[in-house]
């Protein structure tokens, strides 16, 4: 026993010694290093030297970065004749701003913070990354993305500061014939331009768009991450910036957009992950455009450019796929609703397409209106996204409500229709069913006279032999009145009488007709 617990004893204090001694070891190693850099003459010599710093750098950041940093930063402002010492430079440096995903090591901000308090060293990385040699700019270039990573407002500032032209020269990275620079450069890019509309202006004017749609085309639209890159980037230029978005407009690349969405909307049995990537972001690229927080005249010429190219057309095709996943049906219906919203003539395209009046069960409305409200096996995201593509489809499309509004009087005992599928989510059990029919119902009718005389006049069965009926005024009280309703219910219910009682007398007639609906 006492020979275990010495041994234990023993096991315990050791590794605590050899670790200090390993480390006391590695910081005279370092200091030595740096002191024999500072001297060393012959650049064979200060190669091996930085080789070595290099070596320590992933393990003793910390140390190298505060001896070293200086020492390093002088090497890039000096001689540059020396790629292969150049790029070594670059490399440790990148080593000691970087840290592994999920590391536990302690991570500082002193290596970086005493890189750019000198801002001459980053405009050296700039110039670096001009170089041709291959090695030195690939080196240049991930140095410089790790820099904008951990702080990234500084260098754009300091970057911003070396003017237009600088930025320009990182945009022709992406003329590059090696792709692994394009998508590094890409890469960087898209730190770059990030909540900076001034970087953003420069990127787009200095043919940024015109570089990236070049690559996305070359890749043939294909399932690449170099496509991925080029979107992503594509995006976060236009996002929130309508000036962008107006210049983007006016160069055409919505053809592209178009040629992209018909090669996605191939009917592949499978379709990859990075597919998936590449089309979800395409589609965000499309709602950017006209996202509800544009201006209205930003959002009317992009949807009279989108059906000048048959945007909605292709949109619609991916969705009628079978085999399209889940998250890019989601994505493509909101989508859609944004292109159509209070839009006549992509609103015409869609009733011309939907089929309301021919074969209902095969019928894109009458589908997704199945799995909106019959739909418990399907995703919230899904059932909800459907709602908000009625929401917008509906919008000031008198045509589509009234087209709608005619399935209530339809009614028959072996068939669905449109109207039957709303009536029986609105009284159903389940919760989102019971809401998204609710505020469906709500939308058809408001500011449509028309179409509250149609709903007044529909009456539903209360018993099996369909002798009893009840209006949908006097179903909706009962739906309140009764202690199992759901609070969401309910207020759909709410939301539904609501536009329907609004301006419309013959609604408040029929309300006030019903027992117990006024007390109540």
């Not at 057309?313 to 996943?325: A, D, E, N, S």
């Not at 509250?452 to 009280?477: A, H, N, R």
Request: proline fraction near 2%; charged fraction near 20%.
């Amino acid at each position: 026993m006492a020979f275990s617990l010495g041994r234990s004893l023993f096991s315990f204090t050791t590794p605590s010694t050899t670790t200090n001694n390993n480390n006391t070891i590695d910081q005279e190693t370092i200091e030595s290093l740096c002191d024999r850099l500072q001297t060393a003459k012959r650049i064979k010599d200060r190669r091996h030297i930085v080789c070595a710093l290099k070596a320590l750098s992933k393990k003793c950041k910390l140390e190298v970065g505060t001896k070293s940093i200086t020492l390093l930063a002088n090497i890039l402002q000096g001689d540059r004749t020396d790629f292969d010492l150049i790029q070594l430079v670059l490399e440790t440096l990148t080593n000691l701003i970087t840290y592994d995903v999920g590391s536990d090591e302690e991570q500082s901000d002193l290596p970086q913070e005493l890189y750019i308090q000198n801002k001459k060293r980053v405009h050296v990385v700039l110039e670096l990354i001009a170089k041709t040699n291959f090695n030195v700019r690939r080196a240049a270039i991930r140095f410089l993305t790790a820099l904008l990573t951990n702080c990234t407002t500084q260098l754009q500032d300091i970057i911003l500061e070396d003017g237009p032209v600088s930025i320009s020269k990182l945009v022709d990275l992406l003329k590059d014939k090696r792709e692994v620079i394009r998508n590094d450069a890409l890469i960087l890019l898209q730190i770059l331009i990030v909540s900076n509309p001034d970087m953003q202006d420069i990127v787009a004017s200095g043919k940024g768009f015109e570089r990236l749609v070049e690559i996305f085309v070359r890749e043939g639209f294909g399932d690449e991450v170099t496509v991925q890159y080029c979107l992503s980037v594509i995006l976060n230029l236009l996002k929130g910036n309508q000036p962008i978005q107006r210049s983007f407009n006016q160069r055409y690349h919505i053809q592209r957009l178009a040629d992209f969405l018909k090669f996605c909307s191939n009917d592949e049995k499978l379709w990859s992950t990075q597919k998936v990537t590449n089309v979800n972001l395409l589609l965000q690229i499309i709602r950017t455009l006209v996202s509800p927080e544009n201006s209205s005249e930003n959002i009317v010429a992009y949807q009279r450019t989108f059906e000048q190219y048959g945007i909605l057309h292709r949109l619609y095709v991916i969705l009628k796929l079978l085999t399209v996943p889940a998250d890019v049906l989601i994505e493509t219906l909101q989508t859609i609703s944004d292109v159509v919203h209070d839009d006549t003539e992509n609103q015409k395209f869609l009733n011309s397409v939907v089929n309301i009046s021919g074969v209902i069960q095969q019928s894109v409305l009458f589908n997704l209106l199945n799995a909106m409200i019959n739909g418990e096996h399907q995703s919230f995201s899904l059932r909800i996204s459907i709602l908000y593509f009625l929401q917008c489809y509906l919008y000031n499309n008198e045509s589509g409500k009234s087209m709608i509004v005619r399935t209530f009087s339809d009614q028959t005992a072996n068939q669905y229709t449109l109207g039957h599928l709303l009536l029986n989510g609105y009284s159903s059990k389940d919760i989102i069913a019971s809401w998204c029919s609710g505020i469906t119902l709500a939308h058809l009718i408001v500011d449509d006279s028309k179409c509250k005389e149609t709903i007044l006049k529909v009456v539903l069965p209360v018993d099996s032999s369909q002798t009893g009926v009840k209006t949908l005024i006097e179903i909706s009280m009962d739906i309140l009145q009764n202690s199992s309703s759901s609070l969401h219910t309910r207020v759909a219910v709410l939301i539904f009488l609501s536009s329907l009682l609004s301006n419309s007398s013959s609604a408040v007639q029929a309300l006030l007709s019903v027992q117990n609906g006024v007390s109540y």
